[in-house]
């Protein structure tokens, strides 16, 4: 017994040293070898930065456009009066690396198109603090253009790029965990957000009822009016200020008050006040994810997490299914075509088509790596220009069935076509076609 006891002893001392040595190797992984991306450093991105720094990540970089506002302070924690008007980006970093110690935030004070696609590219995790549908569509576009599939349609694990998006509307919000090309992508689930509320403009011209239709009324007619030629910029502070006085004096006019800027602000930019509670939790739920792609000790969320505390609190995990024919993370977009179709009028017919127009312009064309029409450089238009003459199915060597690689300067990523002939010519000179 005594033996016994003693042998079990050495085990829980083995395991338990074992487990230390465990924590210190993902401790010190956590500080030197991940590098995180926070994108947004508003409500729920000062929390995102506080919680990754005291999960222990080492190296953090966050990228936000805004300056800090007086309206900022009452749920953007990492901002005091003295901050007003500086970059969120470049206070938020400044303050966290202050409170904790070392950690390193590198700030990006300017637009996420402002980056080149290779910037998204050097992090292992990528996560979302943003108030606007345009903004997490580009960034899911861009890591969706990372993925790269096999001939077998399944994903190339290592181009997989982890997204974690939250977002907060009052004492509602959200978290999600995006692995594109194995689970739901953005764009499989914008049927998730309600449209946006929209006013009849007979209403915000003739008889406005509310503070709102004096905001509208200024935002989208009397700017046209007044300001032609000035493209209006929501994240200007003199053409928000030009709105808001306008819409003061629409409202003194038909006797309509509860005008304020920051109501301004919300209408025009479609912002739900912010609840700084429902920050702390959404971003918390994100940063436990994050934690567990960093060091797989635990199954991650599956895949998008609700949260409501409007009465108690409430929370669930719902799982989404991934659309097949997603454009942005889809194995290939299925495209019918007729097989006596050339590459110009197949080029043509995806100008055309709904799913794409928005997306498109001038767009180049590529097969298992071979370029068989590029818009540029010049020398390359020229050798290719000729393919765009020839059959289709002769430059897919004779496939009834294959993936088109397109390419625009619209698209932040390389969108995947699979192209199906609706039957077989009945000959094709192979001779006659090519590529670079």
Same mark, same amino acid.
Not at 402 to 431: Q, W
């Given at each position: 017994?005594?033996?016994?006891?003693?042998?079990?002893?050495?085990?829980?001392?083995?395991?338990?040293?074992?487990?230390?040595?465990?924590?210190?190797? !993902?401790?010190?992984?956590?500080?030197?070898?991940?590098?995180?991306?926070?994108?947004?450093?508003?409500?729920?991105?000062?929390?995102?930065?506080?919680?990754?720094?005291?999960?222990?990540?080492?190296?953090?970089?966050?990228?936000?456009?805004?300056?800090?506002?007086?309206?900022?302070?009452?749920?953007?924690? !990492? *901002?005091?009066?003295?901050?007003?008007?500086?970059?969120?980006?470049? @206070?938020?970093?400044?303050?966290?690396?202050?409170?904790?110690?070392?950690?390193?935030?590198?700030?990006?004070?300017?637009?996420?198109?402002?980056?080149?696609?290779?910037?998204?590219?050097?992090?292992?995790?990528?996560? !979302?603090?943003? %108030?606007?549908?345009?903004?997490?569509?580009?960034?899911?576009?861009?890591?969706?253009?990372?993925?790269?599939?096999?001939?077998?349609?399944?994903?190339?694990?290592?181009?997989?790029?982890?997204?974690?998006?939250?977002?907060?509307?009052?004492?509602?919000?959200?978290?999600?965990?995006?692995?594109?090309?194995?689970?739901?992508?953005f764009h499989c689930s914008l049927w998730l957000f309600p449209p946006q509320?929209?006013?009849?403009?007979?209403?915000?011209?003739?008889?406005?009822?509310?503070?709102?239709?004096?905001?509208?009324?200024?935002? !989208?007619?009397?700017?046209?009016?007044?300001?032609?030629?000035?493209?209006?910029?929501?994240?200007?502070?003199?053409?928000?200020?030009?709105?808001?006085?306008?819409?003061?004096?629409?409202?003194?006019?038909?006797?309509?008050?509860?005008?304020?800027?920051?109501?301004?602000?919300?209408?025009?930019?479609?912002?739900?006040? +912010?609840?700084?509670?429902?920050? +702390?939790?959404?971003? +918390?739920?994100?940063?436990?994810?994050?934690?567990?792609?960093?060091?797989?000790?635990?199954?991650?969320?599956?895949?998008?997490?609700?949260?409501?505390?409007?009465?108690?609190?409430?929370?669930?995990?719902?799982?989404?299914?991934?659309?097949?024919?997603?454009?942005?993370?889809?194995?290939?977009?299925?495209? %019918?075509?007729?097989?006596?179709?050339?590459?110009?009028?197949?080029?043509?017919?995806?100008?055309?088509?709904?799913?794409?127009?928005?997306?498109?312009?001038?767009?180049?064309?590529?097969?298992?790596?071979?370029?068989?029409?590029?818009?540029?450089?010049?020398?390359?238009?020229?050798?290719?220009?000729?393919?765009?003459?020839?059959?289709?199915?002769?430059?897919?060597?004779?496939?009834?069935?294959?993936?088109?690689?397109?390419?625009?300067?619209?698209?932040?990523?390389?969108?995947?076509?699979?192209?199906? *002939?609706?039957?077989?010519?009945?000959?094709?000179?192979? %001779?006659?076609?090519?590529? @670079?």
């Amino acid at each position: 017994m005594e033996n016994g006891f003693d042998s079990e002893h050495h085990h829980q001392l083995v395991c338990k040293r074992i487990g230390m040595l465990v924590t210190i190797k !993902l401790l010190e992984s956590l500080q030197n070898d991940f590098r995180v991306l926070v994108i947004g450093a508003g409500g729920l991105g000062c929390e995102l930065l506080k919680d990754l720094a005291l999960s222990g990540f080492g190296l953090i970089h966050v990228i936000d456009m805004d300056t800090i506002d007086v309206s900022n302070l009452n749920r953007q924690f !990492l *901002f005091r009066i003295q901050d007003v008007g500086k970059p969120k980006a470049e @206070v938020a970093a400044a303050r966290v690396m202050q409170r904790v110690k070392g950690v390193t935030v590198v700030p990006h004070f300017c637009r996420i198109e402002e980056k080149d696609v290779s910037f998204y590219q050097d992090f292992q995790i990528i996560v !979302l603090g943003l %108030d606007s549908i345009e903004a997490r569509s580009y960034i899911n576009s861009v890591v969706c253009g990372f993925l790269v599939y096999e001939e077998d349609g399944s994903p190339d694990m290592t181009t997989i790029k982890p997204l974690v998006d939250g977002g907060t509307e009052g004492f509602r919000g959200h978290a999600r965990v995006i692995y594109p090309g194995l689970t739901p992508c953005f764009h499989c689930s914008l049927w998730l957000f309600p449209p946006q509320v929209t006013f009849p403009l007979c209403t915000l011209a003739e008889t406005p009822r509310s503070p709102a239709h004096c905001i509208e009324y200024a935002h !989208l007619i009397q700017w046209g009016q007044e300001r032609q030629g000035e493209t209006f910029d929501a994240d200007n502070p003199e053409h928000m200020k030009w709105i808001y006085d306008q819409a003061l004096k629409r409202g003194a006019q038909f006797n309509i008050s509860g005008i304020t800027y920051s109501l301004t602000q919300g209408v025009v930019k479609n912002i739900v006040p +912010a609840i700084a509670s429902t920050n +702390a939790i959404v971003a +918390a739920t994100c940063a436990l994810e994050i934690l567990k792609i960093a060091t797989m000790f635990s199954t991650g969320m599956d895949v998008y997490m609700q949260y409501t505390g409007t009465e108690g609190i409430y929370m669930r995990t719902v799982p989404h299914d991934k659309d097949p024919n997603c454009t942005m993370c889809s194995a290939g977009v299925p495209v %019918d075509v007729d097989n006596t179709i050339t590459l110009q009028k197949f080029i043509d017919q995806l100008l055309k088509d709904s799913r794409f127009k928005l997306k498109l312009s001038k767009p180049s064309v590529s097969y298992h790596g071979t370029n068989l029409y590029m818009q540029a450089p010049p020398v390359l238009e020229e050798m290719t220009r000729p393919n765009l003459q020839l059959p289709l199915l002769g430059l897919m060597d004779g496939n009834t069935s294959g993936v088109l690689n397109i390419n625009d300067r619209r698209l932040t990523g390389v969108l995947r076509v699979r192209v199906t *002939f609706k039957e077989g010519p009945d000959s094709v000179d192979m %001779d006659t076609v090519g590529g @670079v």
